[in-house]
């Protein structure tokens, strides 16, 4: 499996439905996921998910100025880990493939 560099994975989440709410784009949540661990297809479907605007709509900043911080508290309230079902979930409907293992 090929990691594609943090910023070619921003680059091609760059039209997705939330990125214009993150300041300064996407970056930042894919280099706080990679820490988290998730790989490139969890990465692409968290970010083209509503989850971008529900994490935006639970902070307090103002339009266009939400961040990895965010997004990462919305995670931990979902418990959205790496391989968990709900994001397992979201890569099979975001791609229509089936991911083994759950």
Do not use: H, Q
């Amino acid at each position: 499996m090929t990691t594609m560099t943090i910023s070619e994975l921003a680059e091609k989440c760059s039209d997705a439905y939330s990125v214009d709410n993150y300041k300064g784009g996407f970056g930042s949540c894919v280099a706080m996921m990679r820490r988290r661990g998730y790989n490139d297809d969890e990465i692409e479907a968290v970010l083209r998910s509503k989850w971008t605007r529900w994490a935006a709509d639970s902070s307090d900043k103002n339009y266009g100025y939400n961040n990895s911080a965010d997004l990462g508290r919305f995670l931990d309230t979902m418990k959205a880990e790496p391989g968990s079902a709900n994001v397992t979930e979201l890569v099979e409907g975001t791609f229509g493939i089936m991911v083994s293992g759950i």
